[in-house]
């Protein structure tokens, strides 16, 4: 007969953060030596660590941190499942990295795994501990950090019943909270990926250019009208991914650069994350 009661289970449960019947078993391998059972269940966790890295952390969620109008963070935490996302656990460990990130030197998310968050332990560490707690592969997705002028974000949820998925975070060189909302909305919703048209790598437009040029040839259009058929798809279709040229969602009679240009701002640069897509 196991030598162990419900309220040692509650008790290592709150002090190891592992699951009842872990627990239970731990407290059953043990025969009801507490400091054992500790012992089993941390030994348990580093061992499936290894085990847990193969595994896909597809969900999670996304969270911020301000230090002033100017100076803003924006993070990604992931986990396996939805369970675990919406656990308070979690969502406190996602708050207080990102809040110490928004004031460390980190400039990317791989220096902010080897920050120390507190003597001794790096957030990598701090991850991985968690991991063996909550019993899921937990991982740092992407990390931004801004500091200008003005920087505002956004947070989308896709299911009110879980944190949020969808980050924004958005510069402007003036202040302006409304234009700087819609902007980051705006990006939330039509997924930009480059401010202006300059921004576009040279082989993605020569990619989409050999794929428009196909196209037309096979169309059988005119030899002397190609070129021209050509730039106008290429155009077209990398418009829809450039965020000044975009249609705004609330007026599509006006762009993104009409929008904030009638307000006297620019926009500096932007970030958004989307919890398992890059």
């Known amino acids: 007969m196991a030598n162990f009661t419900a309220a040692d289970v509650k008790r290592l449960r709150e002090l190891t953060g592992s699951g009842m019947m872990a627990c239970k078993d731990a407290l059953t391998e043990s025969d009801g030596d507490f400091e054992k059972a500790v012992e089993i269940?941390?030994?348990?966790g580093a061992k499936d660590v290894g085990?847990?890295?193969?595994?896909?952390?597809?969900?999670?969620?996304?969270?911020?941190?301000?230090?002033?109008?100017?100076?803003?963070?924006?993070?990604e935490l992931k986990c396996e499942t939805d369970f675990v996302a919406k656990n308070a656990e979690f969502?406190?460990?996602?708050?207080?990295?990102?809040?110490?990130?928004?004031?460390?030197?980190?400039?990317?998310?791989?220096?902010?795994?080897?920050?120390?968050?507190?003597?001794g332990k790096t957030v990598r560490a701090l991850i991985e501990e968690n991991s063996a707690k909550i019993g899921e592969k937990l991982e740092l997705g992407r990390y931004v950090h801004f500091k200008?002028?003005?920087?505002?974000?956004?947070?989308?949820k896709?299911?009110?019943?879980?944190?949020?998925?969808?980050?924004?975070?958005?510069?402007?060189?003036?202040?302006n909270a409304e234009v700087a909302k819609d902007v980051a909305q705006q990006i939330a919703a039509m997924a930009p990926k480059y401010l202006t048209f300059e921004e576009i790598p040279a082989e993605v437009i020569e990619k989409?250019?050999?794929?428009?040029?196909?196209k037309t040839r096979e169309e059988g259009k005119p030899e002397a009208a190609i070129a021209k058929i050509v730039e106008g798809r290429v155009n077209a279709y990398l418009r829809d991914f450039?965020?000044?040229e975009q249609a705004f969602v609330k007026d599509p009679k006006k762009s993104i650069a009409k929008l904030v240009g009638e307000n006297g701002v620019q926009v500096v640069r932007f970030a958004r994350f989307k919890v398992g897509q890059a």
């Open 242 to 244: 450039v965020l000044l």
């Open 91 to 119: 969502i406190a460990l996602a708050d207080r990295i990102v809040e110490f990130a928004a004031g460390s030197d980190a400039t990317d998310a791989e220096s902010l795994l080897a920050a120390e968050i507190e003597p």
């Open 158 to 175: 896709s299911d009110p019943s879980l944190p949020p998925t969808t980050g924004v975070l958005v510069e402007l060189d003036k202040e």
């Open 41 to 44: 269940l941390r030994l348990k």
């Open 208 to 214: 989409e250019r050999a794929l428009a040029e196909t």
């Open 51 to 75: 085990k847990r890295a193969e595994r896909t952390a597809a969900n999670g969620l996304v969270a911020e941190h301000f230090n002033g109008s100017g100076d803003g963070a924006l993070l």
């Open 148 to 156: 200008g002028v003005f920087v505002a974000s956004y947070l989308h």
